[in-house]
């Protein structure tokens, strides 16, 4: 009986709070009377402007590069800081609450707000983008590769103390070896994240396909609009695919 009055009183919370956030959001499906406009202008995006594309590729190549090095270098920071951050590799508890903390603090900030800072510091383009991806994946491959570090089997790295190994020797050589193929895993999964914030970052001045996107939505220019979204759907889905088969291949 207790345990089925808590559930009606989880489920009473649950509907309380969609209520709310639906009042809150302003959901009001009675908006969608007037589809017809959203189809009035989806029109206008026809036919596509292809005359443009060898400018939306380069841009395109900008993007995926701006994703990439920025999980890339997230991941050379984030690896050894994350055995500082685990509870089992850290050499004291000082040390792994500083680390854990610090990460925490950066991934807490969102690769926008880096961005609107550096942008507005070191001026327009793709370097501060880069930067305020890696700079959140710094927090995010930290957190995640210490929680690896902590699950890791312990009987290797005591092994290796046992005959003299150095701590650091031992950690790195007995847990690394344990959990690359996650630390892959998880660096895939950010860079297909990272190709979604390269989009959003362009719209605030960072360059790339994104940026194009905004210029041409602010121009009224939907024809070029179409072939941008269509080009950063086929790029989406091509590095979704790309991510999962490296990840079922390592894991």
Request: glycine share 8%; hydrophobic share 55%; no cysteine.
């Amino acid at each position: 009986m207790w345990i089925k009055k808590r559930s009606l009183v989880i489920y009473a919370l649950l509907v309380v709070a969609i209520f709310i956030s639906m009042r809150l959001t302003e959901f009001d499906l009675t908006k969608f009377r007037d589809f017809r406009n959203m189809i009035d202008f989806l029109s206008q995006w026809f036919p596509m402007d292809f005359t443009r594309l060898p400018g939306m590729l380069e841009d395109t190549l900008a993007t995926l590069a701006m994703a990439f090095l920025g999980s890339f270098l997230g991941l050379i920071i984030g690896l050894p800081l994350s055995f500082l951050a685990a509870r089992n590799t850290a050499h004291s508890k000082l040390v792994f609450h500083f680390f854990r903390v610090a990460l925490s603090f950066v991934r807490s900030v969102p690769e926008i707000v880096f961005g609107l800072i550096l942008l507005t510091t070191l001026g327009l383009g793709p370097f501060p983008a880069v930067l305020a991806i890696t700079f959140h994946n710094i927090g995010v491959m930290g957190k995640l590769i210490s929680e690896l570090i902590e699950a890791a089997d312990t009987g290797p790295q005591e092994a290796m103390k046992a005959v003299g190994a150095k701590r650091w020797v031992a950690s790195l050589f007995s847990i690394l070896p344990q959990i690359w193929p996650n630390v892959l895993s998880n660096f895939f999964y950010r860079f297909e994240v990272a190709i979604r914030t390269s989009l959003i970052l362009g719209f605030i001045g960072g360059g790339g396909i994104g940026q194009r996107l905004f210029n041409d939505f602010n121009t009224f220019n939907y024809s070029s609009v179409s072939l941008d979204v269509l080009i950063i759907m086929v790029m989406v889905i091509l590095v979704d695919s790309l991510g999962s088969f490296v990840r079922n291949r390592v894991i």
